[in-house]
């Protein structure tokens, strides 16, 4: 990780040892949440980047951080995020079901359709 200069890295089924991610060095902000075995991880070896790890959306096998300078600047970024995402969903007729729901990427980079 330290060699490539990645700033993030997501990690699926993190090598684990009595249910504590294992392997990455301890540098390294580590984020994951639940009691059983975790399944997913994001690891922030940048330490000039501030997440904030989101408990109440991530349990063992989902995991979601937000960046920014401040707690209340990342709850409020998350805020707004979640809004538009809510008025696209009811534009465009979509509804979003937790218990089919497996992944969800939002990013800020605009990905060009083929026509």
């Known amino acids: 990780m330290d060699e490539d ?12 040892i009595h249910n504590k991610i294992a392997g990455i060095p301890r540098k390294h902000k580590i984020c994951a949440t639940g009691e059983g075995r975790h399944r997913a991880a994001i690891v922030v070896t940048n330490n000039q ?25 990342a709850e409020n970024f998350a805020n707004v995020e979640m809004s538009k995402i809510n ?20 990013s800020r980079r605009k990905r060009k359709e083929a026509k």
């Not at 990645?6 to 993190?14: M, R």
């Open 87 to 106: 008025a696209w969903s009811k534009r465009n007729k979509v509804g979003f079901n937790e218990a089919k729901s497996k992944t969800m990427l939002i």
């Open 49 to 73: 980047i501030d997440s904030l790890l989101l408990r109440q959306l991530s349990d063992e096998g989902t995991v979601l951080i937000i960046r920014g300078e401040s707690v209340r600047e």
């Open 5 to 16: 200069g990645t700033d993030v890295v997501c990690v699926q089924e993190p090598y684990v």
